[in-house]
């Protein structure tokens, strides 16, 4: 085990090398690899965006272990790097090891939570965004039976089934939704296999809207739903193109805004909390040619009206994460 | 559960058995011939990567299949060369294949497609598509046996059909053929084998060799079949427990098929149900998923019979001068 952590540290040294004369921000991939069509992949297009506009630089790594994540912290503070912004819960506890040690360089944590006057906390309304969808979903359904599958078992993986079966069950109180999570390891995010086994389990229990929230566990969902002839729902980036017409919608989590923002702050960015809700855009769901025959104009301007809603505080939806349990879901 | 529901979750476990079939397989003919291969997890990447890759690129997935296989036994070259002929420690030739392939197939997807890491989702005839075998329409409406054969025997792609007709086959040639029988010696004793004057080194090979064509079928199966394309990591363990199942099969034929089949269904039981009430008890879906290790463990522990390698396994063999 030696000689893999030097072989680590090695490429880590390599990584860090490559951009070090002009960069000033760096960028912590999760686990999932910053071309997973989901929720890496938006903070790699934010970035390349913030790159395209400014001309400006930033460091990046992809996490290859759990090990790593300490290591990557530190490496990257210690060149210098101010932001580091970090990509998925899991990071929570490496910044909380690594923050004290250097007050002068602003953390920022996607999805993760962590109270330390030098992190930036960066959180999104998945429950809003997956109401949306799931009221969709409903209006979509011909069976009366929705699907959800999740990847990794965690908190905030619930707060995306919540909010979609509150969606569901808004539009249709006696609809049923089936709620799978594909394991309880980081491997969930990779397999689609299981992710396709799944998907034709729902379908034999009658589901036939799909809503995959797996990282590269929904490519196997979206790409078995599309074969058996049912609809599926993308998570996090635009995934309506991947299947055109046998994608229904995209639980849009804009990841790439929260990135470019941070980027385009730059050593000016503070510590301190973010929420990216509904107002704000920063959850959403996605239209574009390759659903525009699925979505009607009636269903479009029924979920426009419980959007208007949610953001006037006419509807509350409940946050599985505020008191780990869901009205409308059983885990 | 009713019968369908039921018939829903074998055919389910068959599918998820086919690629620890092969991998399992492929491990027995490996470490029957005193090769221990720790590798089947890598070798299954780089085939399911390859026939993904090339399967797109030619519109033909036997031409996937193809080259899957053939890199999958560049690898069980690789394996061989480090570990017969240069004598090198075995599981340290099987770690570094598992890290070599998947690195490289990421890197190559990565550099042949601009995708990320993955290949472009397969259409047509660059997948396998399921075989409904003969009358499979017209018996479905039997009770009971009918759906039997419509759901769970039939409706599987070739590859499924091929990993089932293995397990016979691979019975015969170990114990009913010359080559098996010198190829058992030579995991047992193989200076018995070498004073006989047969050659250790070429048996060695040719086990290792089979060994990799089989991990190819199994990535193929993987990539070609169940998914429509490589994503990186897909195997996600599998070929840890088919090794698992070997060991439970005490490196036995018959008994690692049954261990297959009883693991894919351990999965698909928990896929399908997240928690599962047993007599007011409710066993939960981890244990479930953790079930094929904590079985392996409970054998090697010597609980339930002694899990005994063949002899030889693991050992370099040296000619006396």
């Known amino acids: 085990m030696k000689h893999a952590a030097t072989f680590r540290a090695l490429l880590l040294g390599t990584a860090l090398c490559a951009g070090q004369a002009h960069a000033d921000a760096a960028l912590i991939f999760d686990l999932g690899g910053k071309f997973d069509k989901s929720f890496n992949e938006a903070a790699h297009n934010g970035a390349q965006r913030w790159k395209e506009e400014t001309g400006g630089d930033y460091l990046e790594i992809e996490l290859q272990s759990e090990a790593q994540r300490e290591q990557a912290l530190r490496r990257f503070a210690e060149a210098g790097a101010n932001p580091v912004i970090t990509m998925g819960f899991a990071m929570s506890t490496p910044i909380k090891e690594v923050a004290p040690d250097y007050p002068d360089t602003t953390f920022v944590t996607i999805d993760g939570w962590v109270e330390a006057p030098n992190v930036r906390v960066i959180g999104f309304t998945e429950h809003e965004g997956s109401y949306l969808v799931g009221m969709m979903a409903a209006m979509a359904s011909k069976s009366n039976t929705v699907g959800f599958i999740g990847g990794m078992d965690i908190p905030l993986i619930r707060r995306f089934a919540c909010g979609y079966a509150q969606g569901v069950k808004a539009v249709n109180p006696d609809a049923t939704v089936i709620s799978n999570m594909t394991g309880v390891t980081p491997t969930a995010w990779n397999d689609p296999v299981k992710g396709s086994e799944l998907t034709k389990a729902q379908i034999s229990q009658g589901a036939d809207v799909v809503y995959a929230a797996a990282g590269g566990t929904g490519v196997g969902v979206l790409q078995t739903a599309a074969d058996e002839n049912i609809l599926s729902i993308g998570v996090d980036s635009n995934q309506n193109h991947l299947h055109s017409g046998q994608v229904l919608t995209s639980m849009m989590k804009r990841v790439d805004v929260a990135v470019y923002d941070a980027l385009k702050s730059g050593e000016t960015l503070e510590g301190g909390y973010q929420l990216l809700d509904l107002a704000a855009e920063g959850v959403g769901y996605a239209m574009d040619e390759h659903n525009a025959d699925l979505v009607s104009a009636d269903m479009q301007a029924q979920v426009d009206a419980a959007k208007a809603s949610i953001i006037s505080g006419e509807i509350s939806v409940h946050d599985y994460m505020s008191d780990d349990s869901c009205p409308a879901l059983t885990f | 559960m009713d019968f369908l529901t039921l018939i829903q979750v074998l055919d389910s476990g068959v599918r998820l058995a086919t690629p620890l079939i092969f991998a399992c397989f492929a491990g027995l003919y490996s470490e029957r011939a005193g090769v221990v291969d720790i590798g089947l997890e890598g070798k299954m990447l780089m085939a399911a990567f390859l026939s993904a890759a090339v399967a797109f690129m030619t519109g033909s997935v036997l031409i996937g299949l193809l080259a899957g296989v053939a890199g999958s036994l560049m690898l069980a070259l690789l394996h061989g060369v480090a570990s017969i002929t240069f004598r090198g420690n075995q599981l340290i030739a099987g770690v570094a294949i598992n890290f070599l392939a998947a690195g490289i197939t990421v890197l190559m997807a990565q550099a042949w497609f601009q995708q990320g890491g993955r290949t472009p989702a397969l259409v047509g005839d660059a997948r396998f598509e399921p075989i409904t ?122 008994q690692a098929m049954a261990t297959c089949l009883l693991f894919g269904l351990l999965q698909s039981v928990a896929l399908r149900y997240q928690s599962i ?37 693991g050992e370099p063999y040296t000619k006396e001068n």
């Open chain 2, 277 to 313: 009430e047993l007599g007011g008890i409710t066993i939960p879906v981890q244990l479930m998923e953790a079930l094929p290790y904590i079985l392996t463990i409970i054998i090697l522990a010597g609980l339930i019979g002694r899990a005994v390698p063949p002899l030889a396994s």
């Open chain 2, 133 to 254: 075998l003969p009358l499979a329409e017209t018996l479905q409406d039997i009770p009971f046996l009918g759906p039997i054969y419509h759901e769970l025997i039939s409706g599987h792609s070739l590859l499924v059909y091929i990993a089932f007709a293995i397990v016979p086959l691979s019975w015969w040639v170990l114990f009913r053929t010359r080559f098996g029988l010198r190829l058992r010696a030579v995991g047992e004793n193989p200076a018995a084998v070498d004073t006989a004057g047969i050659s250790v080194i070429r048996l060695r090979y040719s086990a290792v060799l089979i060994c990799g064509i089989l991990c190819g079928l199994g990535g193929v199966y993987m990539a070609t079949a169940l998914q429509a394309g490589f994503v990186k990591d897909m195997t996600a363990g599998r070929g840890f427990i088919a090794l698992a199942a070997l060991i439970f099969a005490k490196w036995r034929p018959w």
